[in-house]
């Protein structure tokens, strides 16, 4: 093994011997020093993980959120310097020790995360709507901002991210019996928030993304009639980046 | 080969820049004439984080300083993230662009912290192939900072500041010498922290950084000081950083506060401190 390979390996496993050849500067054993660079290392992606997962972090409980980063950054560490896309693996790692919500509300924190460093735009001027004829509207393309991150759960993840972040704790939640619920996460102006859908709405949000028109992207709603709120949702958070008549 | 062509950053007092002091930063610099961010934290496509560092790069001049390089690793660097930075630069044209004499990836994983290497000769060749890697990327000279060290290797034949002053001499980069690593280098190794500055190739040296430490012991009682960047910087660090003035004259001085960020009128103190410590040499 060589001297780096013997230096990192003991970064990541405790059990890992100190690798030789490191002294104190007066020729003793430097074990202690070394463990400062150990702490370092799991210390400071523990805490990217914390950043990165907030309301994880609250629902879990820091004790039991900083078991399960640590076990996560030791067996999968970053694979990049970016660590703003730090721990895209995190909630399926989660999924398999952690309570059923939390690997979900773990996507939550990701796709709010990916949506704040998204790429800007200006929101589309949406006054040509108000004055299009119906088959004008229905042939519309509406383009979302590249903010846009869709996600569904089996679980009231909204409710779930509001109890944790009031700190309050997450009540013993069970998954829903029902459709899973459809989330949109829209950036206004710097920072992303979750929005509820109606059922179908992200297939809707999906089918504007590939360039349908919102005629199409409309087909895909369970209730005609929340057509009118979610295209309300989208304007007022101003999360289109084009609109072509 | 680059030229030194001194720093285009001003000799002055600069902060490292926290998102939480933007608004404060703007209205009100105080005795701060440039920032300097970490390069890392701003390569997402958009949003408030690149918009705040292009409102600054308006305001001020900006330092970009690396920490995933890894120019002290032993593979190849990750082209990736090399182009990564050097995008950030083309968009940002920042005053100066430094990075660390340190390793921080082995193999395909990051392991973020600033990891020692062994002085040798084969180190060193690698070190400069490195850094003129970089620097043909970027285009530009860039700064190499001396680490803060907990330990050393038996295998080094090369005394620190004679280590930088040879990368100097293949490469042309400039240096960036951290003051209170010097200070916690020669405390948990046993040097004489007057006499590594007075070694160190201070013709080179185009920044200064300043930052706070924490105090503790290893396991035979001898002090091992923390580079926390933490808290204030300690008293004899300002009286290194004296020696150093004394010598090289007015220069670019940050001060580092990355843990427990402070409000804004405590960062903005330690700066004016930085401040009054340039006027005595000006």
């Given at each position: 093994m060589s001297a780096a390979a013997a230096f990192r390996a003991g970064l990541l496993d405790p059990a890992a011997p100190v690798p030789p050849g490191l002294t104190d500067g007066a020729g003793r054993h430097a074990a202690r020093r070394y463990a400062v660079y150990r702490n370092n290392v799991t210390a400071s992606l523990v805490e990217a993980l914390r950043a990165g997962f907030p309301s994880v972090r609250a629902g879990l409980g820091p004790r039991a959120f900083d078991a399960h980063a640590l076990a996560f950054a030791r067996a999968h560490p970053p694979r990049s310097p970016v660590l703003a896309r730090y721990g895209d693996g995190f909630p399926s790692w989660l999924a398999t020790c952690a309570p059923g919500w939390a690997g979900d509300l773990a996507r939550l924190d990701l796709a709010l995360r990916e949506s704040y460093h998204a790429a800007d735009h200006v929101a589309a001027d949406a006054s040509v709507l108000a004055t299009a004829d119906g088959p004008t509207l229905m042939g519309a393309r509406l383009t979302p901002a590249p903010s846009l991150r869709l996600l569904t759960s089996r679980w009231s993840l909204l409710a779930l991210r509001d109890a944790a972040l009031g700190g309050g704790g997450v009540p013993m939640a069970a998954a829903e019996d029902g459709p899973p619920a459809e989330i949109a996460v829209l950036r206004h102006g710097w920072d992303p928030e979750p929005h509820l859908l109606p059922e179908g709405g992200a297939a809707t949000l999906a089918a504007l993304r590939?360039?349908?028109?919102l005629g199409e992207a409309a087909t895909w709603l369970r209730d005609p009639d929340a057509f009118g709120d979610l295209l309300s949702t989208l304007l007022s958070a101003g999360a289109l980046a084009a609109i072509e008549l | 080969m680059f030229d030194w062509n001194g720093s285009e950053l001003p000799a002055a007092p600069g902060v490292g820049f926290k998102a939480r002091h933007f608004e404060a930063l703007m209205a009100d610099p105080g005795a701060v004439r440039w920032v300097e961010v970490h390069a890392e934290n701003y390569m997402g496509a958009g949003g408030r984080p690149r918009a705040q560092l292009a409102a600054l790069a308006?305001?001020?001049?900006?330092?970009?300083?690396?920490?995933?390089?890894?120019?002290?690793?032993?593979?190849?660097?990750?082209?990736r993230h090399l182009a990564r930075v050097a995008r950030l630069c083309a968009e940002l044209g920042p005053a100066s662009f430094s990075e660390h004499l340190a390793w921080s990836t082995h193999e395909?994983?990051?392991?973020?912290?600033?990891?020692?290497?062994?002085?040798?000769?084969?180190?060193?060749?690698?070190?400069c192939a490195h850094v003129d890697a970089v620097q043909d990327a970027l285009g530009r000279r860039m700064l190499l900072e001396n680490p803060s060290s907990y330990l050393a290797f038996t295998e080094s034949t090369w005394s620190e500041p004679d280590f930088l002053a040879e990368i100097v001499r293949r490469t042309g980069c400039g240096l960036l010498l951290d003051v209170n690593n010097v200070f916690v280098s020669a405390v948990n190794l046993g040097f004489s922290p007057e006499a590594y500055v007075d070694a160190f190739p201070l013709g080179a040296v185009g920044e200064i950084h300043l930052g706070g430490h924490d105090a503790d012991r290893d396991e035979h009682g001898a002090p091992l000081l923390i580079d926390s960047h933490g808290r204030e910087?300690?008293?004899p660090v300002w009286a290194l950083l004296d020696r150093v003035l004394a010598r090289t004259g007015p220069a670019p001085v940050l001060i580092e506060w990355d843990t427990g960020v402070p409000d804004w009128p405590v960062l903005a103190a330690e700066a004016a401190r930085a401040g009054a410590a340039l006027e005595r040499v000006a």
């Open positions: 590939a360039g349908r028109s | 308006e305001r001020m001049p900006v330092s970009v300083h690396g920490v995933g390089l890894s120019i002290g690793g032993s593979g190849a660097l990750d082209a395909t994983e990051f392991l973020n912290d600033l990891l020692p290497l062994p002085y040798t000769e084969a180190t060193l060749a690698r070190v910087v300690a008293d």
